[in-house]
């Protein structure tokens, strides 16, 4: 309450990122922390983004923590990750 003078933070305006901020969302279908149509909303909300910064992987059969645990993590996500990284650096 301190920091915003209510009890809940004030909503965050996606479009005061900068759009050409590269920006990657990776999300899995079974995650319970990050849902699929929260982010496409997320999405939505950053339509307005410069399309070769914005890149959004779903991994339909990941839950939340199979991006870091997962068996097939490092193929599947991180080095598309580190991919990206490299291209825009």
Avoid at 14 to 35: A, E, K, Q, R, T
Avoid at 38 to 50: E, I, T
Wanted: glycine share 6%; charged share 20%; aromatic share 8%.
């Amino acid at each position: 309450m301190a920091a915003y003078g209510q009890s809940s933070p004030p909503e965050y305006h996606m479009s005061n990122i900068p759009h050409h901020l590269p920006l990657l969302l990776s999300y899995g279908g079974g995650d319970m922390l990050s849902d699929v149509k929260d982010v496409q909303l997320l999405l939505n909300d950053l339509s307005n983004h410069d399309a070769d910064k914005l890149v959004a992987q779903l991994v339909k059969e990941y839950a939340h923590l199979d991006f870091v645990m997962g068996v097939n993590a490092k193929q599947v996500v991180y080095d598309g990750l580190i991919a990206f990284f490299d291209k825009h650096s």
